[in-house]
């Protein structure tokens, strides 16, 4: 405890007597300051006691002694010190009774007491109150250290709250709680969700103060990690503001659950060698050996229906956006789920069919997706930057490559279409057609009718219109004849026509294959 005015007034060497403020003792003494100017207040900080023998001072004058303490009061002084025996053999009534009534408290000094004794008295027990909090943070940071190395974060949470009389909360990098100690904390540091996720876009290290007074606890929040983005946050509430020996705690705290955080890092580097290397085998068509390499890090995900999803993005952020999405969703509800990063720019993630990593990955496009609707163009602008997601159909081990491809293939339509997700399902489910309104698709079109179309301009035949009539016809003469009103022995001669200037066989159904969608390609345009 720091000293007070009551413990000045208790120490024996000193024989102060207190002639008013008494009901206001207990208040802490930041200093002691002596002063005979007329008007102190400009060298004041606050917190202090003030000793004076009224040298300049008429303390007899009411008026005077009212102005006086009134601008002490302001100032924050803590209490008025007055040495009898010097200027005056008694304090003046005066500043008796205005001290009484600002509520200042007033020591009478002995004249056998000098002003150093007291200055001495107080920077004594300053200094022990600085020696009991540093060996009472050393004897925390012990205790915390223990704990961590033996029962983990929950331990060293556990230990924290004590320490400072208060809660603890340990928080992922998506802003979830992972730990609170007592467990009675859990639902306050949920309400913290949104304060944790504004403080982790802040420079780290970074660190801010919710609550106060008028709520039920005031609540400190630090990040935790040394790279750029924070992988973790910690929160500590109590009733008050922390004090020396719990400030040790609080930062002992944090430097050792970085290292937790730090550590846990090197581990998650080794974990992602092994996930690549399990995708690899999976791939490569060996499930047997990508199940004895994972082990029991990915428990039954694979063995169980799975799905692959394919992340691309030119900048960086999106790609860790998504990624932190997937793996805190599935670490809240203890889901396994193996995230691959493919270089900056490419993710692949193996989830488990509909749990709750594929569905974060869903919201999580939702989210970009809304958030490029409402940018100021209004429209997909095809920024090449712009994160797009490919998703697989369920499939298991040993199809996975095929999973691989079909999660591809959704990005790739994606990205044409100007989509943050597409899912293998929906291209399967739908229509081809869609997908010839590609650039390259089109020009295949235009390269492989253009000698019917020049054909056609001169005047000479109606070839492609002839082409389109009996391909929807599936080469039925009568039938495509009559729907272009000709006689079939004049769409026998166009057909041939056709062939010879394609220099290709309508008799091959590849040929008739690409002439047909051509044609559709090409009235897609139009």
Same mark, same amino acid.
């Given at each position: 405890m720091p000293p007070t005015l009551a413990s000045l007034v208790h120490h024996s060497a000193l024989k102060l007597t207190v002639r008013a403020g008494e009901d206001r003792l207990d208040v802490p003494v930041r200093w002691v300051h002596a002063s005979e100017l007329a008007d102190p207040v400009p060298y004041m900080e606050g917190g202090e006691l003030l000793l004076i023998t009224a040298l300049k001072l008429d303390a007899e004058d009411p008026k005077a002694m009212r102005r006086y303490v009134k601008r002490l009061v302001g100032a924050g002084v803590v209490g008025l010190g007055f040495a009898v025996g010097v200027n005056y053999e008694?304090?003046?009534?005066?500043?008796v009774d205005t001290a009484g009534e600002e509520g200042l408290p007033l020591l009478e000094v002995p004249r056998r007491t000098p002003f150093i004794a007291i200055s001495k008295a107080v920077s004594a027990a300053i200094a022990a109150d600085q020696y009991r909090s540093v060996t009472a943070g050393f004897a925390a940071q012990r205790e915390l250290t223990k704990q961590a190395l033996t029962d983990g974060p929950e331990g060293l949470l556990a230990a924290l709250a004590a320490q400072v009389d208060g809660?603890?909360?340990?928080?992922?990098?998506? %802003?979830?709680?992972?730990?609170?100690?007592?467990?009675?904390? &859990?639902?306050?540091?949920?309400?913290?969700?949104?304060?944790?996720?504004?403080?982790?876009?802040?420079?780290?290290?970074?660190?801010?103060?919710?609550?106060?007074?008028?709520?039920?606890?005031?609540?400190?929040?630090?990040?935790? @990690?040394?790279?750029?983005?924070?992988?973790?946050?910690?929160?500590?509430?109590?009733?008050?503001?922390?004090?020396?020996?719990?400030?040790?705690?609080?930062?002992?705290?944090?430097?050792?659950?970085?290292l937790t955080t730090e550590r846990s890092r090197s581990l998650q580097a080794a974990h992602e060698r092994i996930g690549a290397?399990?995708?690899?085998?999976?791939?490569?068509?060996?499930?047997?050996?990508?199940? $004895?390499?994972?082990?029991?890090?990915?428990? %039954?995900?694979?063995?169980?229906?799975?799905?692959?999803?394919?992340?691309?993005?030119?900048?960086?952020?999106?790609?860790? &956006?998504?990624?932190?999405?997937?793996?805190?969703?599935?670490?809240?509800?203890?889901?396994?789920?193996?995230?691959?990063?493919?270089?900056?720019?490419?993710?692949?993630?193996?989830?488990?069919?509909?749990?709750?990593?594929? +569905? $974060?990955? %869903?919201?999580?496009?939702?989210?970009?997706?809304? +958030?490029r609707a409402s940018s100021t163009a209004g429209e997909h602008?095809?920024?090449?930057?712009?994160?797009?997601? &490919?998703?697989?159909?369920?499939?298991?081990?040993?199809?996975?490559? %095929?999973?691989?491809?079909?999660?591809?293939?959704?990005?790739?339509?994606?990205?044409?279409?100007?989509?943050?997700?597409?899912?293998?399902?929906?291209?399967?489910? @739908?229509?081809?057609?869609?997908?010839? #309104?590609?650039?390259?698709?089109?020009?295949?079109?235009?390269?492989?009718?253009?000698?019917? #179309?020049?054909?056609?301009?001169?005047?000479? @035949?109606?070839?492609?219109?002839?082409?389109?009539?009996?391909?929807?016809?599936?080469?039925?003469?009568d039938a495509a004849a009559a729907d272009l009103g000709v006689h079939r022995h004049t769409l026998r001669y166009r057909m041939r026509r056709v062939e010879e200037i394609l220099g290709r066989s309508l008799d091959d159904p590849d040929v008739r294959m690409e002439l047909w969608l051509a044609l559709k390609a090409t009235a897609a345009a139009e």
């Open positions: 008694e304090i003046p009534q005066a500043l809660w603890a909360a340990l928080y992922d990098a998506s %802003g979830a709680v992972v730990a609170t100690a007592p467990e009675w904390a &859990g639902r306050r540091a949920a309400r913290l969700t949104a304060d944790v996720e504004r403080l982790r876009d802040r420079p780290a290290p970074a660190s801010s103060v919710v609550g106060g007074p008028d709520n039920e606890d005031r609540v400190e929040l630090h990040t935790l @990690g040394t790279g750029r983005r924070p992988r973790a946050a910690l929160a500590v509430g109590t009733a008050a503001a922390l004090g020396t020996a719990e400030r040790y705690a609080v930062h002992s705290a944090i430097a050792l659950l970085t290397a399990v995708l690899r085998l999976l791939l490569a068509g060996h499930p047997d050996h990508a199940r $004895a390499v994972a082990g029991n890090l990915y428990g %039954g995900l694979l063995d169980a229906p799975f799905r692959i999803i394919v992340g691309e993005s030119a900048d960086g952020d999106p790609l860790d &956006g998504l990624a932190e999405a997937v793996e805190s969703a599935a670490a809240r509800s203890g889901e396994a789920v193996l995230v691959v990063a493919e270089g900056p720019e490419r993710l692949v993630v193996l989830a488990v069919d509909g749990g709750v990593a594929v +569905e $974060a990955c %869903g919201e999580y496009a939702a989210t970009r997706e809304a +958030e602008t095809g920024d090449e930057s712009e994160l797009v997601v &490919g998703l697989s159909a369920p499939a298991g081990p040993i199809a996975a490559a %095929g999973a691989y491809k079909q999660a591809e293939q959704a990005l790739s339509v994606a990205r044409r279409r100007g989509r943050v997700l597409v899912e293998h399902e929906q291209l399967a489910a @739908g229509s081809v057609l869609p997908l010839l #309104a590609d650039d390259a698709v089109r020009a295949f079109a235009d390269g492989l009718l253009r000698p019917l #179309a020049e054909h056609d301009a001169t005047g000479r @035949g109606d070839l492609v219109a002839s082409l389109r009539a009996w391909l929807s016809r599936h080469g039925q003469w």
